[in-house]
């Protein structure tokens, strides 16, 4: 409606605008025409005035000279003493009348009297050459000569009389010619005025319908949007309400089915504890897995929802890129390896080692992808590569690349893969499991973070899925293999023979950035060659992946010249290893499981460099069970019989007693007969829920009694865990429950209290997936 009412006023404002330029135009072009007409009228009338007094002022100087001339003549000719001495006057007088005459035919006036001209001429000739006649006379004739030429002279006078009454008639008719320029330009005037005054009135009425239709066109939209705006308004009502029934039905699914499968993957966990046999164990795991891969498109079908309500924020923290690439390869590895592919990365040198972001997030779009890659590639690799497409001081935009050697997806599949719901390849989707949610999800993910995410692939090569994100350069704690130019491996030669380009790029990089000279071969034979010209290595790095029994050959090469002390060798092998660990034990160092992270290339280092004393220290792994290393009276507040075992078995497990409450009632009671330290709250129970029950224990104990409270509970949409901090708990933890999930909450809370107090909320929260 607004565009309408828009495009109307703008076309009634142009339609005013082109009105008012053609009518100005035309009274441009009259009042040009007029002006021109005017200025050609007095220009002729300027130059026939200028031409008239010149043609005066021509004929008074000729009277004056043909009198002058008369009157010497006669005296000349009259006068006895009158001798030919005189003459030189009269001959000035006569050649002056002929310049004066030629002067006077030069602006002859009258071209309609060629008569008048040639008797003017002729008198002109008459009187100019009498003194030379006279000169030619004896002076008896001088008088007769003197009375003719006054004859002459007198005509010459009448010649002139008449041209200066026809200049007069002229003088008239170039005033009458400036008259009618003057009159023609008064008229002009006026009819300029006239038709300003009629475009002033036409303008006037232009403009009042112009307003009217303004004003009914303004009511007409203006009712119209109104109706639309309470259409519209009543149909957000309708939304809002649809989404927020959305939300409590999704809500109440995920805490009804989150419920029972807390007690299928816990029970079964427990099963898996007892003694079973062979086929009973595989019963048991597919159980497990059936139950993980139901809780993971549960989880799916959340994060998308929360996406589409715009209820799904990110995080801005820093984070470190490099250790949450290894620990998502870590976590994907044992699928990998069950498939015999080898993953590997690299991260292009120039990327901070912090960087600012949500790295739950950006962990769970690269878990997607690089399970994708997995999921459905059969032989050869997974490899990840980061650069940098763009930097602008410490703000980068980076892009990351996963590509695997799959079957490749067809050309017209790829625009409509990140639709939800929507699978590559339907054949091969039917041997996986899956929600069709994780692409969709990964684009969201990716264009909250201010990037894109698109797809290359070649059908019987592979695919490759790229996405950018925008984040900045952040600062956070070095951890000691996170140090660049290490001491004791600054100038340090080492080998590296590997075949994978991405593999060979990170741990290049990982050295030079300890200050190690690195050198790189890709097969056995290259670095047998660099070896035989006497090029020295303080290390070898060989993987294992290289063709036939290559790393065994070059092993023996190298242990026929150099021992274990001269030349460390490390071999880097997945660990279902093909050669045999015996042999390996004799010829290798060291046995570098893949997948390669940092940490753990920095060990081998310093390792077989014999300088232990620079790795991190660790603390000894106590062989007690925490509830031997930290005991806690505990309360589990849960109302199903299920969930109630699998909790107090896990708790079990870690050595501790724990009492059970079915409501907040009795949660309540049993704090006003016995002291606990810790509390682990369900959110909805009978009689009264965790939250009214947390909110009454913060209420009525005093500070020296109040226990941890940790919610455990199966609702986790968006907005359960702050509920449960705002009502007074301390940590949150989603079904089901995980045994480390529990652990951490009680060492985070409890480790380093004797008597635990409320605390206010953690910088993380424990969850589990």
């Not at 004003?215 to 109104?226: G, H």
Request: aromatic content about 6%; glycine content about 4%.
């Amino acid at each position: 409606m607004q565009i309408i009412d828009s495009a109307f006023l703008v076309a009634l404002l142009s339609i005013i605008a082109m009105l008012l330029w053609l009518n100005l135009t035309k009274v441009s072009t009259d009042v040009q025409h007029n002006m021109q007409v005017s200025n050609t009228s007095l220009q002729q009338s300027h130059a026939a005035f200028v031409q008239q007094l010149a043609l005066e002022n021509a004929i008074d100087q000729q009277r004056t000279t043909f009198d002058t001339l008369n009157d010497e003549f006669f005296k000349f000719a009259f006068d006895p003493n009158s001798t030919p001495d005189n003459l030189p006057l009269l001959h000035t007088l006569s050649q002056t009348l002929q310049q004066q005459g030629q002067a006077l035919l030069a602006i002859w006036p009258i071209a309609d009297r060629p008569d008048l001209k040639n008797d003017y001429e002729e008198a002109m000739g008459i009187m100019s050459n009498l003194s030379v006649e006279l000169e030619g006379l004896p002076p008896a004739h001088w008088r007769q000569l003197a009375i003719d030429a006054r004859d002459t002279a007198n005509q010459a006078k009448l010649l002139m009389a008449e041209i200066e009454k026809i200049d007069n008639e002229l003088g008239k008719q170039i005033g009458d010619t400036i008259l009618q320029s003057i009159q023609n330009t008064d008229a002009s005037a006026a009819q300029m005025a006239e038709q300003l005054a009629h475009l002033k009135q036409r303008a006037l009425w232009g403009t009042l319908i112009i307003i009217t239709l303004l004003i009914m066109s303004r009511l007409y939209f203006s009712t119209r949007f109104q109706h639309m705006t309470q259409m519209a308004r009543n149909a957000q009502q309708v939304a809002e309400e649809a989404l927020k029934t959305k939300a409590r039905f999704l809500a109440t699914m995920s805490h009804e089915i989150r419920t029972p499968m807390n007690g299928v993957i816990g029970m079964t966990r427990l099963l898996m504890n007892t003694p079973m046999s062979k086929k009973q164990t595989e019963f048991v795991d597919s159980i497990h897995l059936s139950g993980e891969h139901l809780l993971t498109v549960i989880n799916d079908v959340l994060d998308f929802s929360k996406i589409e309500a715009g209820k799904l924020d990110l995080k801005r923290e820093p984070f470190e890129l490099r250790a949450c690439i290894e620990e998502i390869l870590n976590l994907l590895n044992a699928k990998a390896l069950e498939k015999h592919l080898e993953l590997a990365y690299a991260v292009g040198p120039s990327i901070p080692l912090f960087i600012e972001g949500d790295m739950v997030r950006l962990r769970q779009i690269l878990t997607n992808l690089i399970g994708n890659a997995i999921k459905f590639t059969d032989r050869g690799e997974i490899t990840i590569f980061v650069i940098p497409r763009c930097q602008k001081g410490e703000d980068y935009e980076l892009e990351f690349q996963i590509n695997d050697t799959g079957p490749g997806i067809p050309t017209e599949r790829l625009e409509s893969i990140f639709e939800q719901f929507s699978r590559a390849d339907d054949n091969l989707a039917r041997r996986h499991e899956g929600t069709g949610l994780g692409l969709t999800i990964s684009r969201h993910l990716v264009e909250m973070m201010g990037g894109t995410i698109w797809a290359e692939s070649a059908v019987g090569v592979g695919s490759r899925f790229h996405f950018t994100i925008k984040t900045r350069k952040a600062v956070g704690k070095l951890k000691p293999f996170l140090h660049s130019n290490i001491p004791e491996i600054v100038g340090k030669r080492i080998l590296l023979v590997e075949n994978n380009p991405a593999s060979s790029q990170a741990m290049q990089d990982f050295c030079i950035g300890w200050g190690a000279v690195v050198d790189t071969a890709s097969t056995s034979s290259d670095a047998i060659s660099r070896i035989a010209v006497g090029k020295p290595y303080d290390i070898a790095l060989v993987d294992s992946n290289l063709p036939g029994d290559s790393p065994l050959e070059l092993a023996k090469y190298i242990r026929q010249r150099f021992s274990k002390q001269e030349l460390p060798l490390i071999l880097i092998a997945p660990p279902n290893d093909r050669h045999s660990k015996e042999t390996v034990r004799e010829l290798y160092n060291l046995y570098l499981t893949k997948p390669i992270t940092r940490s753990r290339l920095f060990d081998s280092l310093m390792t077989v460099l014999g300088e232990l004393n620079l790795i991190s220290s660790r603390p000894e792994q106590s062989t007690l069970k925490l509830g031997e290393r930290l005991p806690l009276s505990i309360l589990l507040a849960e109302d199903n019989p299920i969930n109630q075992i699998v909790a107090s078995s896990i708790l079990d497990e870690m050595s501790y007693k724990t009492d059970v409450a079915e409501s907040g009632l009795q949660v309540l009671q049993a704090l006003h007969k016995k002291a606990y330290d810790v509390i682990f709250m369900d959110m909805q129970m009978p009689d009264m829920d965790g939250l009214e029950a947390t909110r009454r224990i913060r209420a009525d104990f005093p500070p020296n009694q109040q226990p941890i409270i940790i919610a455990m509970t199966a609702n986790a949409m968006e907005g359960d865990r702050q509920e449960c901090l705002n009502a007074g708990m301390n940590d949150y933890i989603s079904k089901p429950v995980l045994p480390e999930a529990v652990e951490m909450a009680l060492q985070r809370w409890c480790i380093t209290n004797s008597q635990p107090q409320p605390r206010k909320e953690p910088d993380y929260v424990t969850t589990s997936a």
